[in-house]
């Protein structure tokens, strides 16, 4: 079992430039989540999929942000533009079935800088 | 609304000393309850879930948590802290009527142990 593959691990670039996060859930899993970390606000569950389905997506903060998943295996999370304040920590998640005690397996996250 | 609330941002402990992380939530259905751990630049880790099977659960890694309704209180504990264990904690909440897998995560406990 690989786990949650997230890529890049990093991403650098400047205000106003697309950015695109990409996540691989582990296989077999039906539901995916994208978390987004920081300081200030903890983590923030911006959207999540049931069987590639967008079900909630309340937590995306503004139209910039949009995520798809075309397939089950693949997933992405895109910013554009990109403002430093998008700056975090973003973290995919997923899970095995659809149900509330059914636990999420995080990524290791990829860690956006908007300069 | 669910919610969770950690006590303390941050708990410092000697080496073989008690652990204890505060964690009280607000639901008003029965809830599901989780403890993840985060090590650096790494993603999260579950810990440990509460599902209304026993109050008292274990865990990985000597950590188990206790269930208290009355107190709507989902405490951590480790009886004899290891230096492994320095790491960031969250507690989290899913109410189980939601049948979403979606958590909502407290603001996160960093625990330091001191040798």
């Known amino acids: 079992d690989a786990g949650v593959i997230q890529s890049p691990r990093h991403e650098v670039t400047e205000m106003g430039q697309e950015v695109t996060l990409r996540c691989k859930p582990i296989?077999?899993?039906?539901?995916l989540f994208w978390y987004r970390q920081t300081m200030m606000r903890g983590l923030e569950l911006l959207i999540y999929f049931n069987n590639n389905v967008p079900i909630d997506d309340s937590g995306m903060p503004e139209d910039r942000f949009s995520a798809k998943m075309p397939n089950a295996s693949f997933s992405t999370l895109k910013i554009q533009p990109s403002e430093p304040r998008d700056s975090a920590v973003y973290f995919c998640?997923?899970?095995?079935?659809?149900?509330?005690?059914?636990?999420?397996?995080f990524g290791n996250g990829t860690r956006l800088t908007v300069t | 609304a669910q919610s969770v609330t950690q006590l303390g941002s941050h708990v410092s402990v000697s080496e073989g000393a008690l652990v204890l992380l505060r964690c009280n939530y607000s639901s008003s259905v029965p809830p599901y309850l989780f403890w993840y751990v985060q090590y650096p630049n790494q993603g999260l880790q579950l810990l440990l879930k509460?599902?209304?099977?026993?109050?008292l659960v274990k865990g990985i890694n000597g950590f188990e948590a206790e269930f208290k309704k009355s107190e709507t209180s989902f405490h951590l504990t480790k009886p004899s802290a290891h230096m492994s264990d320095a790491a960031e904690y969250f507690c989290a909440v899913s109410p189980s009527s939601s049948n979403t897998g979606k958590l909502i995560f407290g603001q996160g406990t960093t625990l330091q142990v001191k040798p």
């Open positions: 998640a997923s899970s095995p079935r659809t149900g509330s005690n059914s636990p999420l397996h």
């Open positions: 509460y599902t209304s099977a026993a109050t």
């Open positions: 296989s077999g899993h039906n539901s």
